[in-house]
């Protein structure tokens, strides 16, 4: 029986800063995580303080659903943020985890990158 938290397909029930309830993707083979523009707006609109460090020029990123399936995506800046996942062994809460702006797509899930992941334990 799956758990509540857990929709499968590498997804789980995610909060980022405490206040942005998503989706966290994690079997993207992204080489970075992501977070959309959107995300960022809601987090600011709390008064949350971060600190966005913006490219000098766009870098585009790429994920990976299967060999067959690639999705592109560009991102303009980067900011360090807390996440926050409720698993089946407890919560799990990891501070200061690099993103990527995400700014020519509107995503409904944030992404979760491959170090991100391999560093937890998961090995894509």
């Known amino acids: 029986m799956r758990k509540k938290e857990d929709i499968g397909d590498g997804r789980w029930r995610a909060c980022v800063e405490n206040v942005y309830k998503c989706v966290a993707l994690g079997e993207s083979g992204a080489d970075t995580s ?8 809601v987090i600011a609109n709390t008064g949350k303080k971060f600190t966005i460090e913006p490219f000098g020029k766009p ?3 790429e994920t990976f659903a299967n060999m067959h399936s690639a999705s592109s995506f560009t991102a303009s800046a980067r900011a360090w943020l807390t996440i926050r996942s409720s698993l089946h062994c407890g919560t799990l809460r990891l501070k200061k985890v690099e993103f990527f702006l995400v700014v020519d ?20």
């Open 34 to 41: 992501g977070i959309p523009r959107s995300a960022m707006e």
């Open 59 to 61: 870098v585009e990123l």
């Open 105 to 124: 797509q509107e995503m409904d899930e944030v992404i979760l990158g491959r170090p991100l992941l391999k560093a937890l334990g998961y090995d894509l």
